[in-house]
């Protein structure tokens, strides 16, 4: 039962056998692992949904735990905090069992519509080998997250086929505040359909084309060093034929130059059909998006795609929440990044 109350509720119920379950999971999940190309794209949110949220990577700060809470609760929403939300254990919100326990129980629990995570940092790669991707299969549920969840939404998009959302974590952005945009982006994101929507319209004016062009294919990425760290591993999917989105907080521009050569030695940026930037930041915060796009620009000269700066994506606001896994066109003459209606269903 999901509790009505105000304050936190929580599946208490589930909590004692999270551990067994996660532990089994880590033995089951290779099996399911395959290559995707059909897309299942959870409903969005109606007012009064029960939606969880969990900390799968870092540790979580109470207070900004509480106003992200708050703005969840003001948009019409029935908040559910994971039974470990609140553990720290170093740089982990609780150990690896407890932190993917959460998770699964909010995906196997039918009254739950969307998952939230309320931060991110690091962890969320130690538990992806006991992600329930069978419950996901059952009963897909819109999840929003980035940075360090990035890991999770390639991850979930290779081995079931999951659309996602990239956006504003609630212990984060959203607990701090965040502008018209954004906050509008976010809500659309929740509470509209994605077929056929134009990711650029609001933004054309930030916009760069760094190379023209018309593309389509899966828009996947994220945060470019989580990119980076799935390469080789089972969880990264086939990024054949994909429009790729990047952005990354807190690197240096040489860090950057050598992880989009890794991208490069690995083939991904001779097989991508375009590209999007975000917002890159490096050590002290300060924007090194022009260097990144004299890298890429460079990385790409034997592969000529489309590219697109500017893209209010990423760390810092204004973030427009965006759907990962789900098939785009981007065409630099229109400036518009438009979701494709074909595969989706009713």
Excluded: W
């Excluded at 029935?78 to 129980?105: F, I, K, T």
């Excluded at 062009?213 to 990024?239: D, I, K, N, Q």
């Amino acid at each position: 039962m999901i509790s009505n109350d105000r304050q936190d509720a929580r599946p208490t119920k589930r909590c004692p056998g999270h551990v067994k379950m996660a532990r089994e999971q880590r033995m089951k999940q290779p099996e399911n692992i395959r290559s995707v190309r059909s897309v299942l794209v959870p409903r969005p949110l109606s007012r009064g949904d029960a939606v969880a949220v969990t900390a799968p990577s870092g540790p979580v700060d109470p207070k900004l735990l509480e106003a992200g809470l708050g703005f969840l609760r003001d948009l019409g929403l029935r908040p559910v905090v994971g039974c470990h939300v609140r553990e720290n254990q170093g740089y982990l919100a609780g150990n690896d069992s407890r932190r993917c326990a959460d998770l699964n129980a909010m995906l196997t629990t039918p009254e739950i519509r969307g998952v939230f995570f309320a931060r991110g940092g690091y962890g969320v790669m130690r538990i992806l080998d006991m992600v329930d991707c069978a419950a996901i299969s059952r009963d897909p549920k819109l999840m929003v997250g980035m940075s360090d969840l990035t890991a999770l939404q390639l991850s979930v998009f290779r081995r079931c086929g999951l659309a996602t959302f990239s956006g504003p974590m609630i212990a984060g952005q959203v607990a701090m505040g965040l502008d018209r945009l954004s906050e509008e982006s976010f809500r659309n994101a929740l509470f509209q359909p994605v077929r056929e929507s134009d990711l650029f319209s609001t933004c054309r004016d930030m916009l760069k084309v760094l190379r023209p062009g018309r593309a389509s294919g899966f828009l996947l990425g994220g945060c470019l060093s989580m990119v980076t760290a799935l390469m080789g591993t089972e969880h990264m999917p086939e990024m054949d034929g994909c429009i790729l989105l990047l952005e990354d907080v807190s690197e240096p521009l040489y860090r950057i130059d050598r992880m989009l050569t890794q991208l490069r030695l690995a083939g991904l940026l001779k097989a991508i059909r375009g590209m999007v930037l975000g917002h890159f930041l490096g050590p002290q915060d300060q924007s090194i998006i022009e260097g990144v796009e004299s890298l890429v620009l460079e990385l790409t000269e034997d592969h000529p795609v489309p590219i697109v700066s500017g893209f209010p994506h990423g760390h810092v606001l204004p973030n427009i929440t965006v759907p990962h896994g789900v098939p785009v066109e981007l065409d630099t003459e229109a400036l518009s990044l438009t979701v494709r209606a074909d595969p989706f269903g009713d």
